[in-house]
């Protein structure tokens, strides 16, 4: 298992594009993956997960990999973080 927290940059409540690619991303990976916010957690790759969290600009998140491509997918999932800055 591996695990970073990040501040989300250029998210917006109501912008869905970064969600819908952030969970379009993960769904690409063997791995269980999972997002941390406030003490809640959803997977991943549900876009109803990931907007029931109400993501918004300078928040922090945790990403959560688990599985036989999880250092890849935590790299690639951070790596398309910083993108939307």
């Known amino acids: 298992?591996?695990?970073?927290?990040?501040?989300l940059n250029n998210m917006d409540v109501l912008g869905l594009k970064p969600i819908t690619q952030l969970v379009q991303e993960?769904?690409?990976?063997h791995s269980e993956i999972s997002l941390t916010h406030k003490g809640r957690k959803?997977?991943?790759?549900s876009l109803l997960g990931v907007t029931?969290?109400?993501l918004?600009?300078?928040q922090k998140v945790t990403i959560e990999t688990s599985g036989q491509d999880e250092k890849?997918?935590?790299e690639h999932l951070l790596k398309k973080l910083e993108s939307f800055s």
């Open 26 to 29: 993960a769904s690409r990976f």
């Open 56 to 58: 918004g600009n300078k």
């Open 42 to 45: 959803v997977n991943l790759k």
């Open 72 to 74: 890849e997918a935590l």
């Open 52 to 54: 029931t969290l109400m």
């Open 1 to 7: 298992m591996m695990q970073q927290t990040v501040e």
